[in-house]
């Protein structure tokens, strides 16, 4: 299989057409309004009508109340529910239990012993998205979509019961490196594929795209 990938913080027709067309397995949509890329849930479900079954649709949230999830359920059809706050275990076998929706929960690495508590989470959730954790010192970040990148090297030998995605920081230029480092088989980018935060470059996402289909994974 090759290597699948997400592109997330989607938020107009042509970009969600072009990583439909150019064979994105996940179109990841915000619903976190301190982001640039948040969305409303009645554009979400205009943005994904048409796109195939084969497709996941992923909304993305962080530490969510129950509320925001069934609004936002209540427009668009998810497949998959990401969590990319500080979401306890409980938590998510909570939200998974209570919206019968696959979960994809976010743990921030920064370095090897930021995976222990990866291990909480692999019986709650349905995959493990490893993502860059942004320094204290960092103005205006964000909990997730930064640009930045970890020690891919750090992921090596490392084995989880469920299947994990690699993101944080990966472009076109650099996402076939941080495969054969990490030995990932889905990768997330948002930063990326974009002109500026929030506004997504359709040219960058089919590079980004086509790099992952000459992968030999
Ligand atoms: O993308 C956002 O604006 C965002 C905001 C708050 C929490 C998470 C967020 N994005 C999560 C993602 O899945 C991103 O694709 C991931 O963090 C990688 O982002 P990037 O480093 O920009 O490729």
């Not at 990583?19 to 409303?40: C, E, K, Q, T």
């Not at 959730?125 to 909990?143: E, I, S």
């Not at 590079?207 to 030999?216: E, G, K, N, R, S």
């Amino acid at each position: 299989m090759s290597v699948q990938g997400k592109i997330c913080g989607l938020s107009d027709q042509i970009s969600v057409d072009t990583a439909v067309n150019n064979g994105a397995r996940f179109i990841g949509l915000v619903f976190y309004p301190p982001s640039p890329r948040n969305i409303d849930p009645n554009l979400a479900s205009q943005l994904v009508s048409k796109i195939p079954t084969n497709v996941d649709k992923v909304g993305l949230f962080v530490d969510p109340e129950d509320a925001l999830i069934k609004t936002v359920l209540e427009s668009v059809k998810l497949d998959w529910i990401q969590l990319h706050g500080s979401e306890s275990p409980d938590r998510v076998r909570h939200i998974r239990q209570k919206f019968d929706t696959r979960i994809l929960k976010a743990i921030k690495i920064s370095d090897q012993s930021d995976f222990e508590a990866a291990k909480n989470y692999e019986n709650v959730a349905d995959m493990l998205l490893f993502d860059a954790k942004a320094p204290k010192h960092m103005a205006n970040a964000l909990p997730g979509g930064n640009g930045l990148v970890f020690d891919w090297r750090i992921m090596q030998g490392l084995e989880f019961s469920i299947p994990w995605m690699l993101a944080g920081g990966l472009t076109a230029e650099n996402v076939a490196e941080a495969v054969k480092i990490s030995g990932a088989k889905f990768v997330d980018t948002s930063s990326g594929v974009e002109i500026e935060p929030g506004r997504k470059d359709p040219a960058a996402i089919t590079a980004f795209l086509t790099a992952l289909a000459v992968i030999d994974s």
